[in-house]
């Protein structure tokens, strides 16, 4: 079983073959000069060839003055497959998921509040599909990246909870963006219309007590990813 590093290794060699001409026609290529413009040793060169041609990626007939390379259909298909994805990715509008990282503070309680409203919590169940722990962990965004990258996400598509009026004050709209805390727990990232915090702060929610689950203290940093809904 190749390791992700080895099948990119193997990727890459059979791209810079069809640089060379090898994709759709046979190309005359030595192993010294395919090691140069690679930049690893010629014995290096040689072995990816071997894997490649083990693989099926490539035809391979070897000549006093070098070797015949022709990509095969195996290949073809993997170069498509590759062509595939990035086209994907480059058009796409939106990143499917981006990571901030940000420091663990205390926040006012806010989200305690919020969240224990009936008709948010509902909402929560039906669209996020966990129960909300009462509460909401807070982390302080230091990064320009990390702000700037937060700022974007406002104009990426959203799960949105409805906001409503009770007799006292109404209550805004809140998007909500799927999210994976510290790698383990699957819990969201909130945004409400009107809030004390700027967009230096994420509010976060999760099935479970996050500061208990994680071991958390005023001070740490933790990753979130966060998902857009942008397939």
């Known amino acids: ?27 005359k290529i030595s192993t010294d000069y395919l090691a140069k413009k690679l930049g690893i040793s010629q014995q290096t060169a040689s072995r990816y060839l071997i894997e490649l041609e083990r693989n099926s990626w490539i035809q391979r007939n070897i000549t006093p003055d070098g070797s015949l390379i ?30 901030l990282e940000g420091i663990v503070f205390t926040g006012l309680g806010e989200g305690a509040y ?25 982390l302080k965004l230091s990064s320009d990246y990390d702000i700037k990258t937060r700022m974007e996400l406002d104009t990426y ?9 009770n007799e006292d004050r109404t209550f805004g709209l809140v998007k909500c963006y799927p999210a994976t805390i510290g790698g383990e727990v699957k819990g969201a990232l909130v945004t409400a219309l009107r809030s004390h915090y700027d967009a230096s702060v994420l509010e976060i929610i999760a099935p479970i007590c996050l500061r208990k689950a994680l071991c958390l203290k005023d001070g740490n940093k933790l990753k979130v990813e966060i998902y857009t809904q942008s397939s």
């Open 114 to 138: 919020y969240i224990g409203k009936d008709y948010y919590r509902v909402q929560i169940v039906e669209k996020l599909g966990f129960e909300p722990y009462p509460g909401t962990l807070n």
């Open 70 to 99: 022709k990509i095969e259909e195996q290949g073809t298909r993997e170069l498509q497959k590759l062509y595939s994805g990035l086209k994907v990715l480059i058009e796409k509008s939106y990143p499917p998921s981006v990571t």
């Open 157 to 165: 598509p959203a799960i949105e909870v409805k906001g409503f009026q």
């Open 1 to 27: 079983m190749l390791t992700e590093k080895q099948e990119w290794q193997q990727l890459y060699m059979l791209l810079k073959l069809a640089d060379m001409g090898a994709y759709n026609r046979v190309a």
